[in-house]
């Protein structure tokens, strides 16, 4: 059983930066992922990034290319989005996201989440 909790989200001016943590707690193998989504209120859940666990491949989001990037820490049992020049559409409720096996899709299929950390960003 894994368990996931983020942590970092807050109150941003519009082109400022956040960095959200999310500890994970279980076993993570050569096979699983880790991603980050989040859902702005009256939205669907998007896909924002995601990492490989033992292997630096990342998958993005269009809408933050650019602007946020997806590390890890695997020592640490970390993961992190680093988000820069952030945007008032960025607001929203983020998640970390665990998936235990591989699947060509990094946008999909996890199955575990966090409990969520609010991130919003003023215009």
């Known amino acids: 059983q894994v368990h996931l909790v983020e942590s970092g989200g807050g109150l941003v001016q519009a082109g400022g930066s956040l960095r959200l943590s999310c500890a994970l707690s279980?076993?993570?193998?050569?096979?699983?992922?880790m991603g980050w989504f989040r859902q702005a209120p009256g939205k669907e859940r998007e896909f924002i990034a995601a990492i490989r666990w033992t292997a630096d491949s990342t998958d993005y989001a269009e809408s933050i290319k650019g602007r946020f990037t997806i590390s890890r820490d695997n020592a640490k049992n970390m993961v992190y989005l680093q988000m820069n020049s952030l945007k008032p559409e960025d607001t929203a409720v983020y998640y970390c996201?665990?998936?235990?096996?591989?699947?060509?899709?990094?946008?999909?299929?996890?199955?575990?989440w966090g409990q969520g950390t609010q991130v919003t960003v003023s215009s």
């Open positions: 996201a665990f998936r235990s096996f591989y699947w060509p899709d990094y946008s999909s299929r996890y199955d575990s």
């Open positions: 279980g076993l993570a193998t050569s096979a699983s992922f």
